[in-house]
């Protein structure tokens, strides 16, 4: 990672949501020693000293919050998911909120949040509200190479935070051959558990000489990738998934579990890039 790419980008626009997501990266920013820029965007001239207003004012509690931490603030004209979306060259990680003031009330994501998190070229964070909730850092994983990459992130959140990480291996074991609907010979469950969670062991070893004060738990198991992460985010300060991008997947988790997590889960979710192309 670039000098230039050490930075902190968080999409506000006056909302509780987008307040909210403007605390979480400013102890975030606090945690990993990065600058902190936010962006508010903005298309109505009439609307230009709120504009100004509401992102200084939102600048000023981040300066509060965390002290140390070098914070500016930008408003600009454009798209919101586009102009951060192109932040996101140039970003160590985006934060939004989970929705904005344009949102639908009943909505869980929002369209910018979505869009943000499945095209950003950085890795980008959802953040919802919480409640007094400290739990572990929960990443899943698949047995796919590409999760290195998540596993890292994740290991990094939870050693600048002195938190444990929950490290889960998910799967659904099919019951025929996808191709030709025939009956194919398949390991059974008590194999493909051994053989999961001796995967899930090979990819969390070595990392205990980088991250030292990282207590990293294991949970291999069959399950609905998306319903098991929901459940671990009830007690998690946050949940990291992996995402690949042009829409498609080489692992159970580089898809659309990333989607469903976002939609479902309790807590700020982060969700990593794996391939670094461009949408």
């Not at 979306?85 to 009330?105: D, K, N, P, Q, Y």
């Amino acid at each position: 990672m670039t000098e230039s790419s050490r930075l902190a980008v968080v999409g506000v626009d006056g909302s509780p949501e987008s307040t909210l997501a403007a605390s979480w990266a400013a102890a975030d920013a606090r945690h990993r020693l990065l600058p902190l820029h936010l962006v508010l965007v903005n298309d109505d001239p009439a609307r230009s000293e709120w504009a100004d207003a509401t992102v200084r004012e939102l600048g000023a509690r981040c300066r509060a919050e965390a002290p140390h931490v070098a914070v500016t603030e930008e408003v600009t004209s454009g798209h919101p998911a586009e102009v951060l979306i192109g932040r996101s060259t140039r970003a160590s990680v985006i934060v939004v909120g989970s929705r904005g003031l344009g949102g639908f009330t009943g909505a869980l994501l929002g369209s910018v949040s979505t869009a943000v998190a499945m095209h950003s070229s950085c890795p980008v964070v959802v953040v919802r509200a919480r409640a007094g909730v400290t739990g572990p850092v929960v990443v899943g994983l698949d047995t796919s190479p590409l999760s290195r990459v998540v596993l890292e992130f994740a290991l990094e959140a939870a050693a600048v935070r002195g938190l444990d990480l929950l490290a889960m291996q998910l799967w659904q074991q099919p019951e025929h051959d996808d191709v030709f609907a025939t009956p194919i010979p398949l390991p059974s469950p008590a194999e493909l558990q051994q053989r999961m969670q001796r995967r899930l062991a090979e990819q969390v070893a070595g990392y205990s000489d980088k991250y030292p004060d990282v207590r990293i738990q294991k949970i291999a198991q069959r399950g609905h990738p998306v319903s098991a992460l929901t459940r671990a985010s009830h007690d998690a300060e946050l949940v990291v998934v992996g995402h690949r991008g042009r829409g498609g997947y080489s692992g159970m988790l580089l898809g659309s579990v990333a989607a469903g997590v976002l939609h479902h889960a309790h807590c700020p979710v982060a969700v990593v890039r794996v391939n670094g192309e461009r949408d």
